[in-house]
């Protein structure tokens, strides 16, 4: 197949770009590294069967030849990045994902959504199954990833329903493995950081709120096994063990080897108590569930730190 991927450029973008590849196909890569880092791609350089385009998805999309899939997953996906691009965020999510569904329309390709677990809020159901429809602070600074990604939902919905395009559409759960950016204000790459650093490890709140967290070639298999799949409806992709942060601050420490203390900070607005998939559907449709554990994803993250922190 020839595969667009948009957001190629980014820390699951790239993951995805490699397994595409790896399993036969041609992918068209698309970013306008706003958030994305072209050493991510570097390694496909050489690869003939590996395009990149520079374009901001936001803007018409343009792409010559035949398409048997569009994947978008271009937008911010941290705190820092959608706090401090809020309108990029907001438009990447609507009229970036609509601008791609008019694509896979006119190419004729299955279409691709990469959502999230924000779509669910602070959650009020625990854990978070597909047919909650969450708790979401729709005008609170976290909104503007949130409800970009909860339209970007309604309309991939409207596209099947209404001009019966192929979708498909995944909700991602933490994720984290290499390159991940030092200081992207995601929990796992803060804390590994600050600890090979010998930096404060910050907590916001008191720790007791969970995170579930999902290697990053587990998520890529859910994703690929999800495109390939007949469902339509949204499905949830993350690892459903459950660890409060402090538990992720502490594992960190032990295995660095950092002295680091552990310093406490406000809890930030709206930042959801708890976070844990259910994963039946992915179960029993997909038949997947993850495979690598918190502890042999953190020892491989925790190497690629190293090389680009500590060098």
């Known amino acids: 197949m020839r595969l667009l991927v948009t957001g190629a450029a980014g820390f699951l973008g790239s993951h995805l770009s490699d397994r595409l590849l790896a399993e036969g196909h041609e992918v068209v890569g698309m970013d306008n590294f706003i958030t994305g880092s072209e050493k991510n791609l570097s390694h496909l350089a050489a690869n003939p069967r590996f395009t990149l385009i520079r374009h901001d998805v936001s803007q018409y999309i343009r792409v010559d030849g035949p398409l048997d899939g569009v994947l978008h997953f271009a937008s911010p996906a941290s705190p820092v990045d959608y706090l401090k691009l809020p309108i990029q965020t907001l438009k990447v999510g609507s009229l970036g994902t609509h601008n791609s569904l008019g694509l896979a329309k006119a190419k004729d390709a299955r279409f691709f959504l990469a959502s999230t677990s924000e779509v669910y809020g602070d959650p009020l159901v625990h854990p978070q199954p597909e047919t909650y429809w969450g708790n ?4 609170g600074p976290r909104g503007v990833y949130d409800e970009a990604k909860r339209f970007a939902e309604s309309i991939t919905m409207a596209y099947q329903r209404y001009h019966g395009l192929q979708t498909r559409i995944v909700r991602i759960f933490n994720t984290y493995g290499p390159r991940m950016r030092p200081r992207d204000g995601r929990v796992v790459s803060n804390f590994i950081v600050q600890a090979l650093l010998g930096e404060p490890i910050t907590i916001y709140g008191d ?16 994703i690929y096994r999800l495109f390939r799949s007949d469902r339509g409806d949204p499905t949830n992709i993350g690892n459903p063990n459950e660890f409060t942060v402090t538990q992720l601050a502490e594992l960190v420490k032990a295995m660095t080897g950092s002295s680091a203390p552990i310093v406490y900070h406000p809890l930030p607005t709206d930042d959801p108590k708890v976070r844990q998939p259910d994963i039946t559907v992915a179960r029993t449709v997909l038949g997947w569930e993850p495979q690598v554990t918190l502890q042999e994803g953190l020892a491989r993250t925790i190497e690629y730190f190293r090389s680009i922190v500590l060098n």
């Open 136 to 139: 979401v602070n729709p005008v």
């Open 207 to 222: 720790g007791s709120q969970t995170r579930s967290f999902c290697f990053v070639s587990d998520l890529v298999e859910g």
